[in-house]
């Protein structure tokens, strides 16, 4: 069955401080990789989509990597309006379109 | 801007009492998803349309129906909500089936009294 495992489930950083997050699958043939940050109270807002191990996209503080088991979301000197629940999504071959989530690492970016 | 538009955003209901959610997009994709996400939870995919073809996920109860009466709109029907009903519903839309990141709604957060 196909599985989403984030970690950690929460983050404390100081203003500045680099970190990153962690997002392990299991998924048979994995189609798409996906990052989203959602902020309280609202729907999740698309950050990356990664396709296979070695790929990276950048944007501002955000960096996102792919190997075959895991995902990073590096944040680089974070500000506190960075701050959110940082969720990833993996759509496998098998299970067609379905996304299956990660319950997400909630982000407190301390000023 | 194109969008996922949810209505109304906060909803109240009596445990029992017929509700339905709305959900309109100006981005012309073909497929309309709905999940349910309850407090720190991940959202849950209760069934989805690709354009009129409705596909229901297996564990989804037979209290929660959809329609989509064209591209634009679709609709989540609770039929008899009941207390662990209570959760955030999110509406999300993508291009095609196939790999395409999936564009979220605000969402409607239900409370069942």
């Known amino acids: 069955e196909d599985q989403v495992t984030q970690s950690p489930e929460a983050l404390r950083l100081q203003e500045g401080e680099s970190s990153s997050l962690n997002c392990s699958y299991t998924v048979s043939g994995l189609r798409g990789l996906f990052w989203y940050r959602q902020d309280p109270g609202k729907g999740p807002e698309f950050l990356f989509t990664?396709?296979?191990a070695g790929e990276e996209k950048e944007k501002e503080r955000l960096k996102a990597t792919l190997t075959k088991k895991e995902s990073f979301l590096h944040i680089t000197a974070p500000k506190p309006e960075d701050s959110a629940t940082y969720l990833c999504a993996v759509q496998g071959s098998i299970t067609g379109n379905q996304f299956y989530f990660g319950t997400g690492t909630s982000l407190t970016v301390i000023p | 801007d194109a969008m996922v538009i949810q209505n109304p955003r906060y909803q109240v209901t009596q445990f029992g009492k017929p509700v339905t959610l709305s959900c309109s997009q100006t981005l012309n994709h073909n497929v309309m998803y709905w999940y349910q996400q309850k407090s720190s939870q991940a959202p849950k995919l209760l069934f989805h349309y690709y354009d009129k073809d409705f596909n229901n996920e297996a564990d989804t109860p037979d209290n929660f129906q959809s329609r989509r009466p064209n591209t634009s709109f679709c609709f989540l029907d609770i039929r008899s909500p009941g207390l662990g009903d209570a959760a955030m519903y999110l509406c999300?839309?993508?291009?095609?089936?196939?790999?395409?990141?999936?564009?979220f709604g605000p969402g409607t957060r239900l409370t069942v009294t």
């Open positions: 990664l396709y296979s």
């Open positions: 999300a839309t993508s291009r095609e089936e196939e790999v395409h990141e999936q564009y």
